[in-house]
């Protein structure tokens, strides 16, 4: 059975070029929930007081922790098939 390197060079290419797209990926939809939340949440609470500030506030990290766990589940659905 002979090895065909370029073949194995040219796999591990595409992994890391898919790698990287995923990476990106992710890192887009990491940064934008959370804004699109904490800004959805600032139209919709109105906030006029203190509380209403850091019920605002507290969306964005609530929101990046929703993305990170959905994402996490995701890879770990995909690590199973």
């Known amino acids: 059975m002979t090895y065909n ?3 194995q060079a040219e796999a591990a290419q ?7 797209r995923r990476m990106k990926r ?3 939809i ?3 929930v959370p804004a699109i939340a904490c ?7 109105g906030p006029d007081s203190w509380l209403g ?3 605002v506030v ?3 990290p609530a ?19």
């Open 5 to 7: 390197f370029r073949a």
């Open 14 to 20: 595409q992994e890391r070029d898919q790698a990287e």
């Open 26 to 28: 992710i890192f887009w």
């Open 30 to 32: 990491g940064l934008l």
């Open 39 to 45: 800004t959805v949440a600032a139209l919709l609470i």
């Open 53 to 55: 500030w850091v019920a």
């Open 58 to 60: 507290a969306v964005a």
């Open 63 to 81: 929101a990046a922790a929703g993305v990170a766990v959905t994402l996490m589940v995701q890879d770990r659905m995909a690590a199973r098939r």
